[in-house]
């Protein structure tokens, strides 16, 4: 069975551009969470979709956007870029439920110059 | 703020003892709590989940839930170089199971 596939796994942008990335969740999971990790904030919850509505949010401006297509794969968007917003962005999937596992993706590497 | 609280360390230990990493949580109402390993440049690995009071044991790793205390621990017996890595404690707030928050991790050096 495959993991949880990000796309692209590097990225370069500059400030003031936006940025999308792409996440396929294991096949059977209908969640998809998104973090960012960076080394002074660590692992934080950005938003997680099922069924293709957002169902929790994290606290991050709204320049940080997402959305879930009816296979389940889901993208997150980045407008408007800062050199805050390098980091690891990580995806997790997990099948509904309340003992749910995330599993999580390699992650894209953001770099904003 | 929910918050999850771990000490950053490192911790270092010998090969073949026993590492003890531990995790404090304040939403009384968490039901549910991940251990994840990250080596360094990868992505979070699950090794161990525990749901109810107790231990909860898979191989070399044992997990213990003390919710009276909000407390959690991962214990690693016979400790590896391999097992070199951070240890991420995740608790999801009550009502909210697929929104992990995630401790700043404990770095673990396992010394050959």
């Known amino acids: 069975k495959a993991g949880v596939t990000q796309t692209p796994r590097y990225l370069i942008k500059t400030r003031g551009q936006q940025v999308t990335l792409s996440c396929s969740p294991i096949?059977?999971?209908?969640?998809v969470s998104w973090y960012q990790q960076t080394p002074g904030q660590g692992l934080q919850f950005l938003f997680e979709y099922f069924s293709e509505t957002q169902r929790n949010k994290g606290n991050f401006p709204g320049r940080f956007s997402g959305r879930q297509f009816s296979n389940s794969r889901s993208e997150m968007n980045v407008s408007t870029l800062e050199l805050g917003d390098s980091a690891l962005y990580l995806c997790?999937?997990?099948?509904?439920?309340?003992?749910?596992?995330?599993?999580f993706g390699a992650g894209t590497r953001l770099s904003v110059l | 703020q929910k918050e999850v609280e771990q000490n950053s360390g490192p911790l270092s230990v010998p090969e073949g003892a026993i590492a003890s990493l531990n995790c404090t949580y304040s939403d009384r109402g968490s039901q549910s709590f991940f251990w994840y390993r990250q080596y360094s440049g990868k992505s979070p690995e699950l090794i161990m989940f525990?749901?109810?009071?107790g231990d909860k044991e898979d191989g070399r790793f044992t997990a213990q839930l003390n919710k009276a205390s909000q407390y959690v621990s991962l214990l690693i017996r016979d400790s590896q170089p391999s097992d070199s890595a951070t240890y991420l404690c995740a608790v999801p707030p009550e009502g909210a199971t697929n929104k992990l928050i995630f401790g700043t991790g404990t770095l673990l050096a396992v010394q050959p």
């Open positions: 525990i749901y109810s009071n």
């Open positions: 997790a999937s997990s099948l509904a439920g309340p003992k749910n596992i995330q599993y």
């Open positions: 096949s059977g999971h209908r969640s």
